[in-house]
């Protein structure tokens, strides 16, 4: 017992686990292959420390501050890293002269990481803007929210977005693992029970979040070091009971960079698709008094008009956009009830995910025959050469025709007669539905003739 208590006092007077299980080299990095496994172009400019200005777009715990701090360790710039929340204009304009001055006198770049870049305005990304175009600043910016509406648009041109996912269940499961065995900044030295269902229900409870899942572990081996100090026990025993009791004693409180930021989200789509208006207001009113970002709110919003209602009722795309422009003029709390009554409407309306179902069939095609040629006769052909080449030979202008109908290919060859949109027998879709199927049988008579 005198070896677990000097490695007990040892890991109290440490920092976090998950800011001491932080990867300091890509081999250590889990997830997010898609855009740093081998032979990825991030992967190769990190390598050969040839980096351009990036922004890394992804959800709480993906590894967006991670992989800056990689970067950190690999480059010969100068690093520095700038909070977005705690950091003002003189800040920033100190920042910049020292920037100005260790390129000027050393030729030296430097890296600048600036954490939750959406909490910018757009003062302070404009005072950095001239150094980065010039090269001065190579920028690597890390946001939970859309760079396309919280990053000015010059600054936004001159970044690559890397988009990352939420971590795997394996990614999650690689990164407790090494937890539990890691020695000097882990677990491997106290003796842990805890089976792989116990660390199943961990990855469920995380919902892709690396920093919550070590949350959850290092709350429940601070609860068992507790419970041996106090009992005869020579091992720390996590079962599944443990972490149901640590999360529903809200250990780990709601906020933007938790598991229970999913969970509510989560919460509010599905009731709104169930069409539960009760539910649906429960549940968005849950999000805005616990603080939740109100854009995020009615972002998740618009999707969901989209993915869930379409054209069904093509109205309810609007009254999503509604809201979030009420949002932006009013903020919060008075753009509250917007939220509420674009919430509302939705769960109200009738529900078609034929457009999410289209989007899915093209784009598998898409990715099955790759760039395939525009057919000929809908090419557009403003040069002589282009015409003698064939661009727009025989194209018929539907508005010189009855009914604006003509029998035309628009599809590439090998995707000749391909259906995508299926309307379903719901609102609105229930008479295009209907439109789509008198046309179809209007160009069956005019292929007879």
Same mark, same amino acid.
């Given at each position: ?34 855009? *740093? ?19 890394? @777009? ?44 260790? @390129? ?12 939750? *870049? ?80 116990? *660390? ?82 429960? @549940? ?48 919060? =709390? ?15 309306? =009738? ?21 395939? =040629?525009?057919?000929?006769? *809908? ?32 599809? =590439? ?20 539905k209907e439109k789509m199927e008198q046309r179809e049988k209007m160009k069956k008579s005019l292929r007879k003739e």
């Amino acid at each position: 017992m005198d070896l677990f208590q000097q490695q007990v006092n040892k890991i109290a007077g440490l920092a976090p686990l998950a800011d001491r299980m932080r990867p300091k080299s890509l081999e250590e990095f889990s997830g997010q292959e898609k855009i *740093i496994g081998k032979g990825k172009p991030l992967r190769i400019a990190i390598e050969n420390d040839q980096l351009h200005s990036i922004i890394f @777009w992804g959800p709480p715990g993906s590894g967006k501050t991670t992989l800056a701090m990689i970067i950190a360790h690999l480059t010969s710039s100068f690093f520095v890293q700038f909070s977005a929340v705690t950091s003002g204009i003189p800040d920033l304009k100190e920042m910049i002269k020292e920037i100005k001055q260790r @390129w000027t006198f050393n030729q030296q770049k430097t890296i600048l990481f600036v954490d939750e *870049i959406h909490r910018f305005n757009k003062t302070q990304q404009n005072a950095f803007l001239p150094y980065v175009e010039d090269g001065t600043i190579i920028l690597i910016g890390a946001t939970t929210e859309n760079p396309s509406f919280e990053v000015i648009s010059p600054l936004l041109s001159r970044s690559n977005v890397y988009v990352l996912d939420s971590l795997s269940g394996q990614d999650l499961s690689k990164i407790i693992e090494r937890a539990l065995s890691d020695l000097d900044n882990g677990y491997g030295k106290l003796p842990i029970n805890i089976s792989k269902e116990v *660390i199943n229900l961990i990855i469920q409870l995380s919902y892709g979040d690396a920093r919550v899942a070590l949350n959850i572990l290092e709350f429940a081996v601070n609860t068992g070091i507790a419970s041996i100090k106090n009992s005869n026990k020579i091992s720390i025993d996590i079962d599944k009971e443990l972490i149901l009791e640590i999360v529903q004693k809200n250990i780990l409180r709601y906020d933007k960079d938790g598991e229970e930021h999913y969970n509510l989200i989560s919460a509010l789509h599905k009731s709104m698709r169930d069409s539960d208006p009760d539910a649906s207001l429960y @549940w968005v009113t849950r999000m805005i008094e616990a603080g939740e970002d109100s854009l995020y709110i009615a972002r998740r919003l618009i999707r969901f008009a989209s993915e869930d209602v379409g054209n069904a009722d093509p109205r309810a795309l609007s009254v999503a956009v509604s809201a979030m422009q009420a949002v932006h003029f009013l903020g919060m =709390p008075e753009g509250d009830l917007a939220l509420v009554q674009a919430a509302l409407y939705l769960a109200n309306a =009738p529900k078609s995910n034929s457009l999410y179902k289209g989007r899915k069939l093209a784009g598998q095609d898409i990715k099955r025959y790759g760039a395939l =040629p525009v057919p000929l006769v *809908i090419r557009n052909a403003p040069t002589r050469m282009m015409k003698d080449m064939g661009y727009g030979a025989g194209y018929q202008y539907a508005h010189d025709f009855q009914n604006a109908l003509v029998e035309q290919q628009h599809l =590439p060859e090998q995707l000749k007669d391909r259906k995508y949109y299926f309307p379903s027998e719901r609102g609105l879709e229930k008479k295009i539905k209907e439109k789509m199927e008198q046309r179809e049988k209007m160009k069956k008579s005019l292929r007879k003739e």
